[in-house]
């Protein structure tokens, strides 16, 4: 198994990225090659740092790099030697299984799709993104990658979630749900109403309609939405923890009492909320696509790139691609 | 000034409701006039527990109670003498000022549309949620009465958040955001993108788009989306603090020093999160109606019944209503 690292995505790239890929590879035994993409000075220079000999990694080079901030499209077509055009050659020419990138979402997320391809049956290729919750995790999907979708997407969205579910997070026969403002499956908007009598009928364990509250609580395994829903449910998802530092902070400043109070409070806040850090979460793969790209948060940190590289060898492991495209066409069969 | 009070809506009505609704008038030192409306023989029994002579209240009967599971549009066919209903049409005959009720929100929102009717200009009416943020408080409109919004829609709940945000939020030229998933006017879905050269010339103080992480942090005093993502967003955000507590149980579960440890913490945690709570928040108004119907919390404390009796005669003061219908027909005039 090779799995490709994006040396040069994320802001503290390519430091934390590289070491973080190393720290994987170690975990594992040496399992797997790593297969680092990027500016072949600078990735030495980080090995280098790093104790690697007789680690099972290789440099593949690239000269440019697509930078946080660029507009995607352009940025795909000015920078042909970037590290995630090139990434996502070697995955297309299969000569890695899995290609991950903390670098700038929406170039990888074209880059995946157009060079890669859509799978068999998949009309629009879905983020997953892993939520914790009081019971464990759930999978968001849409979480970004399409806005104004349509029904069928929607079902498309339940096949390759319920398949990242069992496979990945180990729930056998995950329970679906759609993300509406009510139970009822009268309610929602016209996309949501539409989507439900498709899912009730798709051999999908859907359990009908979940609310927003019924995100954290567990309610489903598999949570189905458009991604411009899905996205900002996400981002706020993120500002959450960010928020309660603020707040402690903000309580605390300027008081030595209080500061050494909240000092105490947050390490055991840490441990109580664990989970609920995306870095434990193993990043959001883009599927659909015939491949396994898995996208990174810009600022991830060191255990968060070892998480994803570690979910990007299971990925291929267990063939995703390949049970997404064998699911997906069975449904469709049925629905004809 | 003359508040009316739906006595039997809410998880705990009418116990928690009418020692709320006395709690306001006390602390208002008797200001206005509170008009308890449901069951008289329930309402009385209530008002014997508290010490209420002297207080400027009075009852007006209504034999039926919509019950929080039922249908709304059923429920208010059939139970043409409940609170929600009798309350409406004090409201529109203008023998109240405001009308309060924690009751089933779905029939609240229909009663209210119906019976008091749309302002001149406006075509939607729009629930706005004030949530709490890092510099203090955002107004979220529509957190949920519209799905499938149009443009022109997300343009008529910027004014009206803008008036809110001003006369009661008071901020001075509140700024106005439209919910989406990038920075840029390109981002989004079709709603958005074609909202956002609306809002850009509409003479709102519109600083562009905002995204999910950005509600938390403040960056716009109202924000604007379709009430399908706002009512997502709302729900999601009021499991917040319930998801809190469910891990700190969980971590200190079956350890006694843990709870211990946990109960010290949980008393902090309460004053950091204070404004995270909806409870003081003084409910969700139901704007765009001609008259001051504010929506409450299914399970609203009497702290929560108290301050939206407060808000409900602050907005009923500053004449919300008629400022809307000002700005919205000016706004128009503008855009022909």
Redesign the interface.
Known sequence: MRIALDAMGGDEAPLKIVEGGVQALRESGNRFELVLVGRKDAIEKELSRLSVPGLNLSIVHASEVIEMHETPNTALKQKRDSSIVVGSNLHKEKKVDAFVSAGNTGAFMAASTLILGRLKGVGRPAVGTPLPT?KGTCFLIDS?AN??SRPQHLLEFGVMGSIYAREILRKENPTVGL???GEESSK???L?QAAYPLLEKSGLNFIGNV???????GKADVIL?????G??????????LP??K???M??ASGNPLKLV??GL?SR??K???KG?SYEVQGGAPLLGVDGIPIIGHGSSSVLAVKNMVLRAEEMANRNISRLIENSITQIETKAE
């Open positions: 009081v970004g806005s104004d993300l509406n403002i929602g908007n016209e949501a609310e927003g509250r019924d995100i954290f609580a939405c458009d991604g411009f829903v996205n900002i449910v996400l981002k706020f998802a993120e500002s959450i928020t309660l603020n707040r402690f903000s309580y109070w909240a409070m055991t806040l441990k109580v909320l609920f």
